[in-house]
């Protein structure tokens, strides 16, 4: 089936995804598509709300269907790495040794962090505090089921991921995925559970942004099918990051005009906590090369992870904006960013906008658990200085306690807290060198 949609651009979205998008569409093979389907009514049975409610809040949006769009190649040959110049692999089989089984773990990864972010937003979904919200959250659980679809339609729809005496990957990753629950999905972020509805907005607006930069990165995958799927995914985050961009906004000014259910301190608690995780989604800093390597993506960890970074920055920029002018009514953007900046600058009051009014990007070696050693489990503070005393770091029991200041009261009685802590305090550090990046 030949389909063209027009996507409609959100007031955050990025230029680039208002493009015409055309793509094919697809369903997976009857075993996969049930066991879906069977997974989604355990895990997300809301999604038919959305479905009986769809055209009143997305009139001009084509409704939810759970098919895998296959989009087009900018170009068939593969763009960068070592085999740069020759055609894209269609097969996986085409892919020998270590490589078939990187491009099956970035698979996986995606797949893994799909179905968690569903796992994750029911949690707090009735918390909304308004309709809208409510709407947009199932919105994006729903595209998230279709992303899951996507990434089965990539291992099922090619039986050479099944080689002669082997197991059949395939199978084996998707039956596993299946299985996957909130605690051992593939990436840390993914295994966090939800405490209230912040958590939505702010996972929104900083998680699924990690997913467009990786998306963005693999639209050049070498192998083909993968490529396909970018494009169409891209469109869909756009809305996710779109509505997580005006609803912290929307909270940030309720926060403001003591209107809100959340403080400002409370969303930069929340900003706290998972901006590190975001950050350890792409690897390890110095590394990436390998991926690199094979054509899978265009840039390196350390490039992407900073390129990311500066666009949470703008991104958190823009609601202290908004902040700057509910507190000073009348103010230009131009302007109140300038008050912005300054406050933030010198640490001091400007008309009236004191440096706690508004919210900050924690430093990149700030709650690090992954990534650069001279930055994991070391007590950096949210602006990025070190915490010392009499010239040596500051113990991990003294790093808990200042932690419990910046953390979320919930978020330090989560799993994957507790892990962190335990690691802190040296009873049990994750093995050194395992991958964990997508
Ligand atoms: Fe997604
Ligand atoms: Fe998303």
Redesign the pocket.
């Known amino acids: 089936m030949r389909r063209a949609i027009k996507y409609s651009p959100h007031p955050f979205a990025h230029p680039q995804e208002e493009e015409l998008a055309a793509y094919d569409t697809e369903t997976i093979d009857s075993r996969y598509h049930d066991a879906l389907v069977t997974w989604q009514k355990k895990n997300f049975p809301e999604l038919s709300f959305l479905e009986e409610n769809w055209t009143k809040f997305y009139a001009n949006q084509t409704p939810f269907q759970l098919y895998a769009k296959i989009g087009k190649l900018s170009n068939n040959n593969i763009v960068f790495g070592r085999m740069a110049g020759q055609p894209r692999f269609e097969k996986a089989s085409e892919m020998v040794g270590n490589m078939f089984y990187s491009a099956r773990d970035i698979i996986r990864a995606q797949a893994s962090?799909?179905l968690g972010?569903i796992q994750q937003h029911r949690l707090t979904l009735e918390e909304a505090p308004n309709d809208q919200m409510k709407m947009a959250v199932l919105r994006i659980m729903a595209?998230?089921l279709r992303?899951a679809y996507q990434m089965f339609w990539v291992l099922s729809h090619d039986h050479s991921w099944k080689k002669p005496g082997h197991p059949d990957i395939a199978e084996e990753t998707m039956d596993e995925l299946l299985s996957m629950e909130l605690g051992n999905h593939v990436l840390d972020a993914f295994n966090i559970p939800f405490s209230n509805f912040l958590d939505n907005v702010v996972f929104a607006t900083v998680i699924?942004l990690v997913?467009k930069y990786q998306l963005e990165m693999q639209k050049v995958f070498s192998y083909a099918p993968m490529a396909r799927s970018m494009g169409p995914?891209l469109s869909?985050?756009g809305f996710?990051i779109g509505s997580g961009r005006g609803f912290v906004k929307e909270l940030a000014v309720a926060a403001t005009n003591g209107s809100g259910r959340y403080s400002i301190a409370d969303i930069q608690k929340t900003l706290n906590a998972w901006c590190p995780r975001g950050l350890e989604m792409f690897g390890n800093e110095r590394g990436g090369e390998t991926a690199v390597a094979f054509g899978f993506k265009d840039r390196n960890n350390g490039t992407a992870q900073s390129e990311y970074y500066n666009e949470v920055r703008e991104v958190v920029e823009l609601v202290n904006v908004a902040v700057v002018q509910t507190k000073v009514p009348g103010t230009s953007a131009p302007d109140a960013r300038t008050i912005v900046r300054e406050v933030q600058d010198t640490g001091e009051r400007v008309q009236g906008v004191h440096p706690e009014d508004l919210l900050f990007v924690p430093d990149v070696k700030f709650y690090r658990k992954r990534g650069a050693e001279e930055v994991v489990f070391m007590p950096y503070d949210v602006s990025g200085t070190l915490l010392t005393e009499n010239n040596k770091p500051i113990s991990g029991e003294q790093y808990l306690g200042y932690l419990n200041t910046v953390l979320p009261e919930y978020f330090m009685k989560t799993n994957e807290f507790t892990k962190y802590r335990d690691a802190l305090l040296g009873y049990e550090r994750p093995e050194a060198g395992r991958s964990y990046g997508w």
């Open positions: 962090t799909e972010s595209e998230e992303h699924d997913g995914m869909e985050e996710h």
